[in-house]
């Protein structure tokens, strides 16, 4: 049987219109409420999801308590999604949460450790661990083909456009008050949880440096170049900043004792991989992921089944908090220019 679903949002939640997007495809999906202070986006939800919608109101607890939903999906800027995460589990709905949902990680792990003492997922929004050329670069990885894994690098650059633009230097993104930080923390976020990811392993001490590299007018970052270290003894290096005029360039690199693999997302999507594991290969290998929808809408998806008890979330809420103690910890370890240990879930 589907699934109900609240959506706790405001004017500008990030990423609204591919959520109402994949709540309207989702077979999993039932009846939706919003609940939206400004009731500015009620319009779009009305337009977007049809007769799913069947509740609208701006008082998030009010709307929780009418509709009585199975999940809550919380888009709204980092500042202001605890207070909404906790009264969603308060109601006892499993939580799709926008990253990075907070401004500290001592606002997220209280929610953590409550999801669990209520046998509730709290899934942060990392859509990119369901690609299929991720859980094909994480199969080779726990298969053994690179062997013991000495080394990472990470790698995600974005565009400096947007930040020359007055408008978005005044939204929530460009304001570490409400942020919680700029590049690494709203898009390098996805490439660091990759990593830990892939090599199912965890991010244990950090350093580098960070700052406004291009001089915009904002308190947040533009430029981190870091360096990490795994629990499994492998070392890290990431760049992490806006400095394109348009587009992206990113990408994943292990090398272990027994050969190599790249993950691109550039122009062309793809995995390869070179492994000394497979003696009667001895050329790179290539994976050509499928066509088949990518990004929100199979996250929304597989965040209504799990919360239907279909399947195993694509995340938990320990994994969200693993990222985001990571970010912070560099954060800090920038901001001191010591190396610091990032905590253990």
């Known amino acids: 049987m589907p699934i109900s679903v609240a959506v706790l949002t405001h004017a500008s939640g990030p990423h609204l219109d591919a959520y109402l997007a994949g709540l309207a495809a989702s077979s999993e999906v039932g009846e939706v409420a919003i609940a939206d202070p400004s009731g500015s986006t009620f319009a779009a939800a009305q337009k977007t999801l049809g007769p799913k919608l069947k509740a609208t109101g701006r008082d ?18 980092a500042v202001l999604a605890p207070p909404a995460i906790d009264a969603a589990l308060e109601q006892g709905c499993h939580v799709l949460a926008e990253k990075p949902a907070c401004v500290r ?12 003492g209520k046998h509730l997922h709290l899934m942060l929004a990392l859509a ?23 080394g990472a690098e990470l790698h995600l650059i974005a565009d400096q456009t947007r930040l020359k633009s007055e408008s978005y230097r005044k939204t929530w993104f460009a304001q570490k008050a409400r942020a919680g930080g700029g590049h690494l923390i709203w898009l390098g976020i996805h490439w660091l949880d990759l990593a830990m990811f892939v090599t199912g392993t965890e991010i244990e001490a950090v350093t580098g440096f960070s700052g406004n590299v291009g001089g915009q007018p904002m308190d947040v970052e533009d430029s981190n170049a ?30 272990g004792e027994k050969g190599w693999l790249e993950v691109r997302q550039q ?74 240990s990032v905590k253990r879930g």
């Open 226 to 255: 870091a360096a990490l270290r795994f629990s499994n003894g492998m070392f890290g290096t990431m760049t992490s900043g806006y400095y394109l005029d348009r587009g992206y360039h990113q990408h994943l690199k292990l090398w």
């Open 128 to 150: 990119n661990r369901l690609r299929p050329e991720v859980r094909e670069a994480r199969r080779l990885v726990s298969e053994g083909r690179l062997g013991k894994l000495y």
């Open 267 to 340: 122009n062309e999507i793809m995995l390869k991989w070179y492994s000394t594991a497979e003696p009667k290969v001895s050329r790179v290998q290539d994976y050509k992921p499928p066509n088949e929808p990518t990004g929100y809408t199979p996250f929304v998806h597989a965040c209504a089944r799990a919360s239907a008890g279909l399947e195993p979330p694509p995340l938990a809420g320990r994994e969200g908090l693993r990222v985001l103690d990571a970010i912070y910890a560099f954060y800090e370890a920038a901001r001191t220019g010591q190396t610091k």
């Open 105 to 116: 990680t001592a606002d997220f792990e209280p929610l953590v450790r409550k999801a669990e």
């Open 60 to 77: 998030v607890v009010a709307v929780l308590r009418e509709a009585k939903p199975k999940m809550a999906l919380v888009t709204m800027e």
